[in-house]
């Protein structure tokens, strides 16, 4: 299958405004646009909390010490 031109795409909304009408093509986009922002928000979320992580576990760098062990 090629790749999709101007005049293909075109003819595809035609047909999609023809089967469904503009109401519910437009309801239907935006839901779409509904789910990319929370996929986006969720892809951040998630890059957040192991940012995090990773900033926790970054500041305990010192080694525990046993009561054995002199401090000098």
């Known amino acids: 299958m090629g790749r999709f031109g101007i005049t293909e795409i075109l003819i595809i909304g035609v047909v999609l405004l023809v089967l469904f009408g503009r109401g519910k093509v437009s309801s ?3 839901e ?3 789910g ?4 986006k928000r969720g892809v951040k979320d998630g890059s957040d909390e ?3 992580q990773k900033a926790a576990e970054a500041r305990d760098v010192t080694p525990e010490t046993t009561p054995d062990q002199k401090k000098v």
């Open 28 to 30: 239907l986009m935006g």
């Open 32 to 34: 779409v646009g509904k």
């Open 36 to 39: 990319i922002t929370a996929f």
């Open 50 to 52: 192991i940012e995090q």
